[in-house]
């Protein structure tokens, strides 16, 4: 997920920098359709990116939602089987740990898709931001 975010990030400033070129070097038309077309990659990798995160987040919660029913079946067979008791505490202790493990992980899960949320609302920011700097300076360009 890391990665995929620090190559959505690469994408994003190598387009950043495509595009102040475009408008240096073409006019106004071809600069937004150069612009159209980086919405385009970034859109592609944003859906790339959410489908890889609900896939993780399933996966998580699917194992979660495994390990939860599995732990009351662990402590009946230990108040049913004596003679097994320090086997089912250690498979109980293991799935309460692999149980909060699994909750730790969609957390980090949760936590990720919060910070890809800001990093898109950032690079929306930045675009705007640019946007505004390139209309400025065409209209600085026209008018000079």
């Known amino acids: 997920m890391t990665e995929q975010i620090n190559e959505m990030r ?3 400033r190598e387009l950043q920098r495509e595009y102040r070129e475009a408008v240096g070097l073409l006019g106004e038309s071809e600069a937004r359709e150069i612009m159209a077309q980086m919405r385009q990659v970034l ?3 944003k859906a790339k990116l959410d489908e890889a995160r609900r896939k993780a987040i399933a996966g998580k919660q699917a194992e979660l939602e495994r390990l939860e029913a599995e732990l009351p079946n662990l402590e009946a067979a230990f108040h049913e089987k004596n003679a097994a008791t320090a086997a089912a ?5 293991g799935a309460e740990r692999a149980l ?5 992980a969609l ?7 919060w910070a890809v949320d800001d990093r898109r609302r950032i690079a929306r920011e930045r675009i705007a931001a640019l946007r505004k700097e390139i209309t400025e300076g065409l209209a600085l360009i026209e008018n000079g």
């Open 89 to 93: 505490r250690q498979a109980v202790k």
């Open 107 to 113: 957390k980090r899960a949760q936590d990720e898709e």
């Open 100 to 104: 909060r493990d699994a909750k730790s």
């Open 10 to 12: 690469e994408q994003l």
């Open 43 to 45: 859109d592609e990798q």
